[in-house]
């Protein structure tokens, strides 16, 4: 199984970058109280970090709506995961626990200001790949039971049979959540080579190392570029 981005998004988005982090064997049915208070302390500290900040123009943040706005995507109507989370905590609301595996994405995707995914690879059929959506996407939102269609032209995540984020970072599938249940998981970690390059490869390696930590669990870490546009999951 491969990760792949298309040459077509480097076309739109040329320093576009992904940091790769895949975990195997992992166990995500037990409560884990240390990820629990990291996660918590995490919260914390961003709200903190974000008091008086205007969170559209963060420098952080800044890149993400400016690349949706190149693709056709409002970022004011269809704000990135990051920039949906941090508004969350910045008005003093803590996120809900899902599960162990997601806590610690959030919480490394809090600390670095960076939107990270998470796919159940045992959901997905053949490579995941981030595209521009064709007419026959189609897509089951999030609690959904009735898949809808898809424009063509969306910038997203996708596997063989079906779109797994609509509006490229906006929104995750039903199909593909992590669940108590998954064994193995593929973080995808969006950012820029000229902006903010070396805070994806540095979440990749910190998330790599709290999931060894906490799950002692098989990991993979890569890195997906122009230059370098797929990695073997």
């Given at each position: ?22 975990a ?12 629990k ?7 914390q500290k ?11 123009e ?14 056709g ?19 003093g ?12 994405s959030?919480?490394?995707s ?36 009735e898949?809808?269609?898809?424009e ?61 930590t ?8 890569g ?6 546009p797929?990695?073997?999951?």
């Amino acid at each position: 199984m491969k990760f792949v981005v298309y040459e077509e998004v480097f076309r739109a988005l040329p320093d576009y970058c992904v940091g790769v982090v895949v975990a195997e064997e992992i166990d995500n049915t037990k409560s884990n109280e240390t990820i629990k208070v990291l996660y918590e302390n995490q919260m914390q500290k961003t709200m903190e970090i974000l008091q008086n900040v205007n969170l559209k123009e963060s420098p952080a943040l800044l890149p993400y709506r400016q690349a949706m706005q190149a693709v056709g995507i409002n970022p004011n109507k269809y704000p990135s995961s990051i920039e949906a989370m941090l508004k969350r905590v910045q008005k003093g609301h803590l996120l809900p626990s899902i599960n162990p595996a997601v806590d610690l994405s959030n919480l490394v995707s809090m600390k670095y200001l960076l939107p990270m995914g998470s796919h159940d690879m045992d959901a997905l059929t053949g490579n995941i790949a981030v595209r521009f959506s064709r007419e026959s996407d189609v897509f089951l939102p999030l609690g959904e039971s009735e898949e809808e269609s898809v424009e063509a032209g969306d910038l997203v995540y996708c596997d063989e049979m079906r779109i797994r984020t609509r509006r490229w970072i906006w929104r995750q599938s039903d199909v593909g959540k992590i669940t108590e249940d998954t064994r193995r998981i593929f973080f995808p970690i969006d950012g820029f080579a000229n902006s903010n390059k070396e805070a994806v490869l540095a979440a990749a390696e910190e998330l790599e190392a709290l999931l060894k930590t906490h799950f002692h669990c098989e990991t993979k870490r890569g890195f997906v570029d122009r230059e370098h546009p797929e990695s073997i999951l």
